[in-house]
């Protein structure tokens, strides 16, 4: 696998925490030298610190750009593609991770200011970047060259009550990545998607507006997944021969089957 990813360059928003996070340092531990890595979420200190830990003790030579991105503003995205150096220009593979669940309320009850953020991160933020990155892809010989892996959930396959926009957001992703990997089949664009259940992360702090002891809740009494568990699985699926496409994943701990 490793020399699949020799000379790659892989962006992934969300870096800063979680399952974005891991995936950062799967890559950098999976590849070969020649690695490049564009690290992209709000928090640009984190990224920095990430970044500076990656080059100094994974080494191998993997270099690592962190970048400022708030994927629910559509103009920031429009346009980074060209203010990136030109080292990391050539982008081959796009995770589009950074997604959030905010509150947990019926229907009725939702604030509509978490609606909108809910559907601008999880869903257009993820269309927005797909639309920045694909032209990098398609301008490839032989129809053009790239993977796309978004991260979806199995709330978009199994809804649950009080989760009504989260679910709707990653039933969406789900939908958007099927039709896009119909679009792609003349290319050699993969278009992938990984779906984790339960993954113990900065989630579910989110979800409850910072309260630690509420999202600690979630986890007691059960095994979440690690976020590594599902960086292993990004990785591996971005090392596959070209010609092979692990369209679908679902990943989640035993107590949830
Ligand atoms: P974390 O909260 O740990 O990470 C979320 C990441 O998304 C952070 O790096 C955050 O960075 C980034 N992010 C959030 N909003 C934005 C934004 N507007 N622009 C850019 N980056 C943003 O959660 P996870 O690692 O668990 O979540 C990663 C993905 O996995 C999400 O898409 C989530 O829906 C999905 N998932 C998670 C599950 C779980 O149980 N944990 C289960 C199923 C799916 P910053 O705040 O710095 O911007």
Known sequence: MANRLKGKTVLITGASSGIGRSTAYEFARTAASDLKLILTARRLETLQEIAADIEKNIGKGVKVYPLKLDVSNVQEIQGFVEKLPQEFKEIDVLVNNAGLVKGVAKAPEINPLDINT????NVTGLIAMTQAVLPIFLKRPNGGAGDIINVGSIAGREPYQGGSIYCATKAAVRSFTDSLRREMISTRVRVIEVDPGQ??????????????EKADAVYAGCDPLTPDDIAEVIVFTAGRRENVVIADTLIFPQHQA
């Not at 809910?118 to 991160?121: L, R």
């Open 199 to 212: 993954v113990e992360t900065e989630f579910s702090v989110v979800r409850f507006y910072g309260d630690k």
């Open 118 to 121: 809910m559907i601008s991160t």
